[in-house]
């Protein structure tokens, strides 16, 4: 994955510790994918330097998923 923080005149590479065709970013910070065979969902809070796996048992706001 790669990111800017200068409206991408620089960008840097940060190493997923999980396969991930996707990434879905909502804003700045706030994202998810997919991981491995789609079943694992994973968020990130800090424009991904951090992933983690999201418990759906107390996700909440969440209603839907679609992996095309």
């Given amino acids: 994955m790669y990111t800017t923080s200068d ?3 620089l960008w840097r590479f ?3 510790l ?3 065709q996707q990434l879905d ?3 700045a910070n706030s994202g998810w994918t997919f991981a491995g065979t789609g079943a694992s969902l994973y968020r990130t809070t800090d424009g ?3 992933w983690v796996l999201a418990d759906l048992t107390t996700a909440s706001g969440c209603w839907l998923f679609s992996q095309i």
């Fill in 7 to 9: 409206g991408g005149r």
């Fill in 14 to 16: 940060h190493q997923l």
């Fill in 18 to 20: 999980f396969f991930s």
């Fill in 25 to 27: 970013f909502v804003d």
């Fill in 48 to 50: 991904g330097n951090r």
